[in-house]
């Protein structure tokens, strides 16, 4: 019989199963079940305790034997626990959500809030904003309901927001990328939350940061939900700070570091000392564009243009930007379109590498910077960029393994 485990629609990007095994000592099994597979999963009771999630954490209700009063207050259960042959539910979002706000010090009291979305995952989330009293909940929905208003009632009439939490799908892989919401018209919003975990940053996320705001992913939501439904699985209390712990670890194993600064400045070499020293895999996206085009990126700039390699460019930022774990160092010139920027933001931090013109490289198959006159040009056209898109920097103008050094030592501080 299966023990423990998740049950779900889709979970080809759920993070539970390495949460899970890194809070207890038992296997958590991810288990995607359609509608139809649900029933007859349910009425088996062939495991031990799982968790749900979309999109069924409503749907798993009336199997229930028993539920406790908290969850049953919100309508939706996230944890499900047998005992001799009866189904008891939980709902473990609600505690996970409220130690986000908490920890993120988010002020909710007093507060006008948007909630974007009405399905399960929002249940717990307007319940913890009734409990941390908020003065005004609206939620918000794509069409018409009765307990929700739509997105063009939100735009003309509750534009002074001061609170908003997305609980929709949008943003989330594969569809990374999207936006729920149009922050330009909320001018006294002072903080965004997005249960979305992946990617780490969504496009909301990151928009509500540019915008001066408090702005946090759901990965904390994750792990503070699944470690109170440790807490019910196994019947014991884990430690306060096992929330904070597991977090800082999974939020360094999945963020990229990633590399950007002019051709020449040493990205490559200090990423590959990095990908060494964190354990992570190194990528360089022209190295990747190579092997898509197969020719040197010269021949490709002399036969087709700067337009034709940067479209191919973006694409193979956009692939190697889904996936975790990485050091990636880019092109010198991927900073010129601000969509490549994004996406890389999504599950990475951004480090400029900044090396001296005079220092810099020149020609070696380098289409623009062919001579030094055109390096110290280039430089100073992609200066604004580079310093616009930067989150950390880091100068390479003496010691390539003190500079190696500098950037490790920041990105552990990181999280």
Not at 103 to 108: E, G, V, Y
Not at 163 to 187: C, E, R, W
Not at 382 to 395: F, G
Request: proline share 4%; net charge negative.
């Amino acid at each position: 019989m299966m023990r423990y485990g998740l049950i779900g629609e889709k979970l080809g990007h759920s993070f539970s199963k390495i949460i899970h095994e890194k809070l207890a000592d038992y296997t958590y099994d991810l288990i995607p079940l359609s509608l139809e597979e649900l029933d007859t999963f349910l009425r088996k009771k062939e495991f031990s305790a799982i968790n749900v999630t979309i999109p069924y954490k409503e749907t798993v209700i009336p199997y229930l034997d028993e539920i406790d009063p908290k969850a049953a207050k919100m309508g939706a259960v996230n944890t499900v626990v047998q005992h001799n042959g009866k189904l008891y539910g939980y709902n473990t979002d609600y505690f996970g959500f409220r130690y986000m706000l908490e920890h993120n010090d988010i002020q909710i009291a007093g507060k006008k809030v948007l909630v974007l979305g009405r399905g399960g995952a929002s249940k717990a989330v307007l319940a913890v904003l009734e409990d941390m009293g908020a003065a005004e909940v609206l939620t918000v929905y794509y069409k018409h309901a009765a307990d929700a208003i739509t997105y063009e009632t939100c735009y003309t009439l509750h534009t002074d927001a001061q609170v908003i939490i997305n609980t929709t799908p949008v943003g989330m892989y594969p569809k990374a990328g999207q936006t729920p919401i149009d922050l330009s018209h909320f001018s006294k919003l002072e903080a965004v939350a997005d249960i979305v975990y992946n990617p780490l940053r969504t496009r909301l996320v990151l928009e509500a940061k540019e915008k001066g705001c408090k702005a946090i992913g759901g990965l904390e939501m994750l792990v503070g939900q699944a470690k109170y439904a440790v807490e019910i699985f196994l019947d014991k209390p884990l430690p306060e700070d096992s929330i904070a712990a597991i977090y800082k670890e999974l939020s360094a194993e999945r963020t990229n570091l990633v590399l950007i600064g002019m051709s020449g400045c040493g990205k490559t070499t200090l990423g590959k000392q990095a990908a060494e020293k964190l354990g992570k895999t190194f990528v360089d996206t022209d190295a990747e564009i190579v092997k898509r085009i197969k020719m040197p990126i010269a021949d490709y700039f002399a036969a087709y243009g700067e337009d034709a390699f940067r479209n191919i460019e973006s694409e193979v930022v956009r692939q190697v930007s889904a996936q975790n774990n990485l050091v990636i160092s880019t092109g010198g010139g991927v900073i010129k379109n601000s969509e490549n920027i994004q996406w890389l933001k999504g599950n990475g931090t951004i480090f400029w590498i900044q090396r001296d013109p005079e220092l810099l490289q020149s020609g070696n198959g380098r289409p623009l910077a062919p001579d030094q006159e055109a390096v110290h040009k280039l430089y100073k056209e992609r200066l604004p960029l580079y310093t616009a898109a930067a989150e950390i920097v880091v100068q390479n103008n003496e010691n390539i393994e003190k500079a190696s050094q500098r950037i490790c030592t920041a990105f552990s501080q990181l999280s």
